[in-house]
């Protein structure tokens, strides 16, 4: 007989320091030990309209729930209490200035300690916490930020109080660890660069035009000069655009100026024929395939109408311009 009571005695023992354990559960529903164990609370990540700070919040609150017996008064509380060293901000995001936000409350650091967060009373067995965090960019003017899903934001460091005295329920410290799910990066992406013939200029050497081969039309007249032109860009990309950049033609918005008032040049694209139109605001594709292509383009030499070319030398110039969809 004795031997049973004393069983008896130890299972009663074991089962009482199970239920007066302290637990919370975020989104994955597994209720942890917060004497023994960091909470970890994964938060969405999102930068607000201004630009000027991200904020940390989780779909669902922390759920805490404090197992005091049914025999206790209604009047004992708990709570989640802020210390001295309530926050440990991450390295990687020291040099923006920081705060807590507990349900809609913003709390910006330095917080101090004492300063109660969440409360549970026995007259129900879970209570909320809604924990988040703000980083504020305008603390760093053109500082970017970078944070990849995974990426632990911060520590805290809490106390958990009670407002009676038991043997079971003394204070003591609880940790909380803020981590993001998913990535934000403010970083301005780099421009790709594409070099156009190698960087070299575009010779188109015409030599000696016979004036009657001059036509009143770009597209039919027979002198004409076709060259390759070579598009080089530093990324894998699969299209650009092209812009001619040139003084127009008085005559002909199709060509730009040669030095002849009569005369102009334009550049047709040679497998659609289409016409770059000189410093219209318009701009035409151009097809890579991994950054690179040459393409043909015809330069022809019109005249305007009711007029005959003179003799002599002429030139003409104009910049090609790549942008990026």
């Known amino acids: 007989m004795n031997i049973m009571r004393c069983f008896a005695g130890v299972f009663f023992w074991l089962f009482a320091q199970v239920a007066f354990a302290v637990h919370c559960q975020t989104d994955d529903r597994v209720w942890r030990d917060m004497r023994a164990e960091t909470l970890i609370i994964y938060t969405d990540v999102k930068l607000d309209a201004e630009n000027s700070r991200v904020t940390m919040k989780s779909a669902v609150p922390t759920v805490c729930r404090h197992n005091f017996p049914v025999t206790f008064p209604?009047?004992?509380?708990?709570?989640?209490?802020?210390?001295?060293?309530?926050?440990?901000?991450?390295?990687?995001?020291?040099?923006?200035?920081?705060?807590?936000?507990?349900?809609?409350?913003?709390?910006?650091?330095?917080l101090g300690p004492g300063r109660y967060l969440a409360e549970g009373s026995r007259s129900g067995p879970n209570y909320f916490f809604w924990l988040g965090m703000y980083l504020k960019l305008s603390s760093s003017p053109g500082l970017n930020i970078k944070i990849d899903a995974g990426d632990v934001i911060g520590n805290f460091h809490f106390f958990k109080l009670y407002n009676f005295t038991h043997a079971s329920?003394?204070?003591?410290?609880?940790?909380?660890?803020?981590?993001?799910?998913?990535?934000?990066?403010?970083?301005?992406?780099?421009?790709?660069?594409?070099?156009?013939?190698?960087n070299r200029p575009v010779n188109v050497d015409f030599g000696s035009v016979d004036p009657a081969a001059i036509g009143i039309s770009a597209s039919t007249s027979l002198a004409r000069k076709t060259v390759g032109v070579k598009f080089v860009c530093d990324r894998a990309l699969q299209s650009a655009r092209l812009k001619l950049v040139a003084t127009p033609s008085i005559f002909s918005a199709e060509g730009f100026v040669s030095g002849k008032p009569d005369i102009a040049i334009a550049m047709i694209r040679k497998s659609d024929d289409a016409i770059i139109l000189p410093s219209s605001g318009l701009s035409y594709y151009v097809y890579l395939i991994n950054g690179e292509t040459t393409e043909e383009y015809t330069f022809s030499l019109f005249r305007k109408r009711g007029t005959f070319p003179p003799a002599g030398p002429f030139a003409g110039s104009g910049t090609l311009v790549v942008e990026f969809p």
Request: proline share 9%; with cysteine; aromatic share 14%.
């Open 74 to 110: 209604l009047s004992y509380r708990e709570w989640i209490a802020s210390t001295s060293d309530t926050f440990n901000q991450a390295p990687k995001f020291s040099a923006f200035s920081s705060g807590m936000i507990v349900g809609g409350n913003e709390y910006p650091w330095p």
């Open 169 to 198: 329920y003394a204070p003591f410290s609880m940790y909380v660890q803020i981590r993001a799910r998913n990535s934000l990066d403010t970083t301005p992406p780099v421009q790709a660069e594409c070099a156009i013939n190698d």
